[in-house]
């Protein structure tokens, strides 16, 4: 019987930048699953943008969730028609109202999995404000041009 030898992936010499949501990492995941399907082979380090994980990682993580009862089929079918739409549910559109609740208890599961994998970056609301940054606006701000 052969000895089953793993090995490691190469890490990139480029920064690697974790997402800063699940909602992030899922549109990414569907997107890449789109180009797989459409014939395009996912290369690791090919992007513009070096990211900690293969689209395979935040699928499994997915299943993960469903086989521990976490997620259940309603939540996979939000996920999957959301994610390939590009967009989440709008609260607003009664034919949505349901679903946005599934798509948050999805992504809130995910997220916790996701942060603890490294893949997801849990960022405070403090880093999206810098006070030394200015910027000064311009033209006509009225509403409406009035």
């Known amino acids: 019987m052969t000895e089953q030898r793993l090995f490691p992936k190469p890490l990139s010499e480029r920064e690697i930048t974790p997402f800063a949501s699940a909602r992030q990492a899922w549109f990414w995941f569907v997107r890449c699953q789109t180009a797989r399907i459409e014939g395009a082979r996912v290369v690791a380090d090919a992007g513009e943008v070096v990211r900690p994980c293969d689209p395979d990682d935040v699928y499994n993580a997915v299943m993960r969730l469903k086989q521990a ?30 679903k946005d609740g599934l798509w948050q208890q999805a992504m809130d599961a995910l997220e916790n999995v996701l942060i603890t994998r490294g893949i997801v970056t ?23 041009g009035i």
Request: proline share 8%; aromatic share 6%; net charge negative.
């Open 122 to 144: 849990r960022r405070r609301d403090e880093d999206f404000h810098h006070d030394e940054v200015m910027v000064e606006l311009c033209g006509d701000l009225s509403p409406c």
């Open 69 to 98: 009862g976490t997620l259940n089929d309603r939540h996979l079918r939000v996920l999957e028609y959301f994610g390939l739409v590009e967009r989440e549910p709008d609260p607003r559109d009664p034919r949505e109202k349901g």
